[in-house]
């Protein structure tokens, strides 16, 4: 099936910093790319919607200057989590729609990457 | 807003019994139903969705059945094997909203050997 990564796996910061997470897709190209954060014992809860070369929209209650979100080609997505503090704590997924080999069992089928885990101390 | 109500949030099963999982939507538009099973700090994992058009879906041990009427569906395991025991999600999504999901609040399944 298609594959997605991420990057890093795991990260732990210093509160007040700024986190960079890196999702690809390796061998399909990802129109449409989406961010959920998974707090412990809770399902995934949509943060963003991005698709390529347009700004992402974000769901309500998310902040954009807060979770910057970049899908600057059809293969890489990027969220920043700036000034990170530690209720930002938690596991961030990301995952991509292939909208172009047919790769996909459905249009709308989505390929999850492995996620990273952030802890702000 | 779109809403997904997952039921029960726990599940315990003995191994070889059924488990049957279930979902209600309140968007009328979804017209794609996956679930997905998750492991501790895993990546959930796509096992089997249906599409609006569809009242049922089987592979092997897993089926899925979709009433629109009602919006509600469920997932059905049978001869569960203990490593079935995960969380499980259903979700909800339509194409027209650049294929977003809104999943429901996960199911805590274990299979007891």
């Known amino acids: 099936g298609a594959v997605v990564s991420q990057h890093p796996s795991r990260v732990i910061c210093k509160s007040g910093t700024s986190v960079k997470i890196e999702c690809r897709s390796l061998?399909?190209?990802?129109?449409?790319m989406f961010w959920y954060r998974q707090f412990p014992k809770q399902s995934l809860m949509l943060m963003a919607t991005?698709?390529?070369?347009?700004?992402?929209?974000?769901e309500q209650g998310v902040e954009k200057d807060k979770f910057l979100i970049n899908h600057a080609s059809l293969t890489l997505s990027t969220l920043t989590v700036t000034s990170a503090h530690p209720e930002d704590s938690s596991f961030y997924i990301c995952?991509?729609?292939?909208?172009?080999?047919?790769?996909?069992?459905?249009?709308?089928?989505?390929?999850f990457g492995p996620g990273t885990r952030l802890t702000v101390l | 807003g779109e809403n997904v109500e997952q039921h029960p949030s726990t599940l315990s099963v003995q191994e070889g019994d059924s488990a049957v999982i279930k979902c209600t939507y309140s968007?009328?538009?979804?017209?794609?139903f996956p679930w997905y099973k998750q492991e501790l700090g895993k990546r959930p994992q796509l096992i089997i969705d249906?599409?609006?058009?569809?009242g049922e879906k089987k592979d092997q041990r897993i089926a899925v059945t979709l009433n629109k009427t009602a919006k509600h569906f469920s997932l059905h395991i049978t001869e569960t094997q203990p490593e079935d025991s995960a969380v499980y999600f259903c979700?909800?999504?339509?194409?027209?909203?650049?294929?977003?999901?809104?999943f429901g609040q996960g199911t805590e399944l274990s299979v007891k050997p």
């Open positions: 061998d399909f190209q990802a129109t449409t």
């Open positions: 979700a909800a999504s339509r194409s027209n909203q650049g294929g977003k999901l809104i």
């Open positions: 995952s991509a729609r292939d909208g172009t080999s047919g790769r996909a069992r459905s249009y709308n089928e989505q390929f």
């Open positions: 991005s698709n390529e070369g347009s700004k992402a929209t974000y």
């Open positions: 968007d009328s538009a979804s017209n794609y």
């Open positions: 249906i599409r609006s058009n569809v």
